[in-house]
């Protein structure tokens, strides 16, 4: 049935998804390890807004970009969330 082959497709994709924002949070945390040995803060608006026009201007639709903006300010809101908690567990001292 064509119906449920699609929602295979899409079941798919979310596996892919859920691997690909693994990765960007694996990345996150990394940057958020070096933010905490230079001291910098971990919530850097002007990236986000690089972030934010580098997708609207990748975007082809059907997607509209005030739904893409949402959907990566959550992104980013998360991976956000996680490096913040670097500060618990991570003990920068030991890197210097």
Known sequence: MELENL??????IDRELVVLLNKRADLALRIG???LL????????AREL???????SANNGPL??????TIFKTIMSSCREVQNHLGEQYDYRNEE
């Open 38 to 45: 230079h001291r910098m803060p971990i919530h850097d608006m």
């Open 7 to 12: 929602r295979e497709a899409i079941n798919e």
């Open 50 to 56: 690089i972030v934010l026009e580098n997708i609207t």
């Open 64 to 69: 509209k970009d005030l739904q893409l903006r």
């Open 33 to 35: 390890k070096i933010k």
